[in-house]
């Protein structure tokens, strides 16, 4: 079964930093890109940010550039979010999912949740 | 920075043919996919490519994408299908949802 799970996620300052992280199984993961894509409560998908499947190439929303950073490990199945400079408005569920390069998000985790308070 | 809009919501009887819409700029140069998620669930790719399915999406679902305006068409509305509606497109190396369509069977 092709599976991506995320962890890392939970209660933050302000100010305060977390690492996401996104295990993969069950699909060859260094073949794909990878994306973070969040969600608020009661709001619509935002997508975060996308790697390439070398790690080579990276692409952020303007939302989030120079705070957080994305990467991977393609030998051990893992891709990660480093987020830093937290604010109220990046609380949400943060996704995994990956997609071929400008094709379709065909894998999805569970999602973990981030929450910003002050 | 590019935008897709969509209608925020939509409400049908069952066994109607529900149409979501979705536009942008040139949409029609662009390939379009479309992503279900009910409550408290992960989102879930119905079309991609602007009019493919993948394997285990029923056959009602379909997609067209011409212009300005991609639709996501379902065909004969089942209670399983309440559930929100994006649509999701590539613009250079960046990734754009659209807003998201509520869609209800009443």
């Known amino acids: 079964e092709e599976l991506l799970v995320e962890s890392g996620g939970g209660l933050v300052q302000t100010g305060g930093s977390l690492r996401l992280s996104c295990a993969a199984s069950?699909?060859?993961?260094?073949?794909?890109?990878m994306h973070w894509v969040r969600q608020a409560p009661g709001k619509g998908l935002v997508w975060v940010s996308r790697?390439?499947?070398?790690?080579?190439?990276?692409t952020y929303a303007d939302s989030v550039k120079g705070r957080f950073t994305i990467s991977r490990d393609n030998a051990k199945n893992t891709l990660y979010l480093e987020m830093n400079r937290l604010r109220a408005d990046d609380t949400a569920v943060y996704y995994c999912?990956?997609?071929?390069?400008?094709?379709?998000?065909?894998?999805w985790g569970q999602g973990t949740v981030v929450a910003v308070s002050s | 920075s590019y935008e897709l809009t969509q209608p925020p919501s939509l409400s049908m009887s069952p066994g109607q043919t529900a149409i979501i819409s979705c536009s942008g700029e040139?949409?029609?140069?662009?390939?379009v996919s479309w992503y279900q998620q009910k409550p408290g669930q992960s989102p879930e790719v119905v079309i991609y490519?602007?009019?493919k399915r993948p394997s285990g999406i029923p056959e009602r679902f379909s997609g067209s994408n011409s212009g300005n305006t991609a639709t996501l068409t379902i065909s004969g509305a089942q209670a399983m299908d309440e559930a929100d509606y994006y649509c999701?497109?590539?613009?250079?190396?960046?990734?754009?949802f659209g807003g998201g369509t509520k869609v209800t069977v009443l």
């Open positions: 999912a990956n997609s071929g390069s400008h094709t379709a998000f065909h894998i």
């Open positions: 069950g699909f060859s993961f260094s073949y794909y890109w």
């Open positions: 790697i390439n499947s070398d790690g080579s190439g990276t």
């Open positions: 040139r949409l029609g140069e662009k390939h």
């Open positions: 490519q602007d009019t």
């Open positions: 999701q497109a590539w613009d250079s190396t960046f990734v754009v």
